[in-house]
């Protein structure tokens, strides 16, 4: 088993910036591919950037050039730096954790990220 505990989130104007923080606990060894998705209310939930141990990054379309993610593999961690944020980035931020081959994957609880003016 392997435990996921987010923290960051919160309210933001457009524009604004915020920094995602996930930290795993538990059988992490072959969790070799961290990230996280979002999900609005309503829509299906999306794949907004992962990265594997060795630091290979992807990134989801709309977010491209706008967060940035990274790992420490000492401390078990994953952040997403969030960076202009807009409206339509308001969601619900799940982190995961998952196998090279996905058979095994994680989930945080999710934050709340909430872009308004």
């Known amino acids: 088993q392997v435990q996921l505990v987010e923290s960051g989130g919160g309210s933001v104007q457009p524009g604004g910036s915020l920094r995602l923080s996930c930290a795993a606990s538990g059988s992490i060894f072959s969790m070799k591919i961290m990230g996280w998705y979002r999900q609005d209310t309503g829509k299906e939930r999306e794949l907004v950037a992962e990265?594997?141990?060795?630091?290979?990054?992807n990134y989801a379309d709309p977010v491209k050039a706008r967060f940035t993610i990274s790992r420490d593999n000492a401390k078990n961690t994953v952040y997403l730096e969030m960076n202009s944020l807009k409206p339509e980035d308001t969601a619900v931020y799940y982190c995961?954790?998952?196998?090279?081959?996905?058979?095994?994957?994680?989930w945080g609880q999710g934050t709340q990220v909430t872009v308004s003016s």
């Open positions: 990265i594997t141990d060795r630091g290979m990054a």
């Open positions: 995961f954790s998952r196998t090279q081959d996905n058979r095994y994957k994680y």
